[in-house]
């Protein structure tokens, strides 16, 4: 498979392929119905959006959408939609699940139920998002993966290690050969006073990550810049052309995410995963732009 460089690369490759069967729980917001019609329209998914029947239909009149291109499971209640969705999932019924008008802890409550849920046994749940950076598209033409933004507060190098192969699975699903991937830090000298210098270069050393190139500590400068390197003088296998970011802690995360959309103008997707399929996990402020690219994603992940 050729690298998919885009987003609408991404969608058009799946336009291509057989389309995915999502389950949207408490699918009764207009951002993510008008996300989910858009991806059955286009043929890249099956949508089921479980959730208040009557709320749905008022709002594909609302919003001109074609309710034919969406199958409804009428459940009023978010918690029991919510339920009703993973169970779906859970069942063989839908590859992906996509959180709708549910809070995130709910979901997530329902996601790691042991009895119920989705959690792989002995993984560790994370959130990869792949954004679309115009600057970085325009110098380097190509997509970057980033973890964890959303869930993970504190990994320790362990868990690092577990966020990386979870990142350079998703990049060679969106067939990036050899991924580069950079363990960011504030700087790429080790010192025992940051511990995130220290588990960078810790995991560099021990490696295990297949034809993957994989570099730390870095900062964010020299992982995306070969000028930056050149200034620097660093001699670094990454040379300024990563693919993949492993931020060392969610607040590090969670501002480049923020600031990538925001300032930026970036357009991403995200996913939820450690888990049997993979889970879309967006805001309910989000675009519908947005929850529309993830449930690309999703299916692309299956």
Excluded: W
């Amino acid at each position: 498979m050729s690298q998919i460089r885009s987003l609408d690369q991404l969608v058009q490759n799946l336009k291509d392929q057989p389309s995915r069967r999502v389950a949207v729980a408490a699918g009764h917001d207009p951002n993510t119905i008008q996300a989910a019609a858009r991806a059955a329209a286009d043929g890249i998914a099956e949508v089921t959006l479980v959730g208040d029947g009557a709320r749905i239909a008022e709002l594909c009149a609302e919003l001109s959408l074609d309710p034919s291109v969406l199958k409804v499971v009428d459940e009023p209640g978010v918690l029991a939609a919510g339920a009703k969705a993973v169970a779906m999932v859970r069942a063989g019924e839908a590859d992906v699940l996509m959180k709708g008008l549910i809070a995130t802890s709910d979901y997530m409550k329902l996601i790691l139920n042991k009895e119920t849920g989705l959690l792989t046994p002995g993984s560790v749940l994370s959130h990869v998002s792949v954004f679309e950076l115009p600057a970085y598209l325009a110098s380097h033409d190509k997509l970057l993966f980033a973890a964890d933004v959303a869930i993970i507060p504190q990994p320790d190098k362990a868990t690092k290690v577990q966020i990386l192969k979870y990142c350079l699975q998703a990049a060679r699903s969106f067939g990036v050969e050899k991924p580069r991937a950079a363990l960011l830090a504030a700087t790429e000298k080790v010192s025992p006073r940051m511990q995130a210098t220290v588990d960078a270069a810790e995991i560099t050393a021990e490696g295990g990550f297949g034809d993957a190139i994989v570099e730390g500590p870095l900062a964010l400068d020299v992982a995306l810049s070969p000028e930056a390197c050149a200034i620097k003088g660093l001699d670094s296998a990454i040379d300024g052309r990563a693919d993949v970011l492993v931020f060392p802690n969610i607040e590090s995360g969670n501002v480049f995410y923020k600031a990538s959309t925001l300032l930026a103008g970036a357009r991403l997707a995200a996913a939820v995963v450690g888990t049997t399929a993979p889970c879309v996990l967006t805001s309910r402020a989000d675009s519908e732009e947005s929850k529309y690219l993830s449930i690309a994603m999703g299916c692309r992940l299956v």
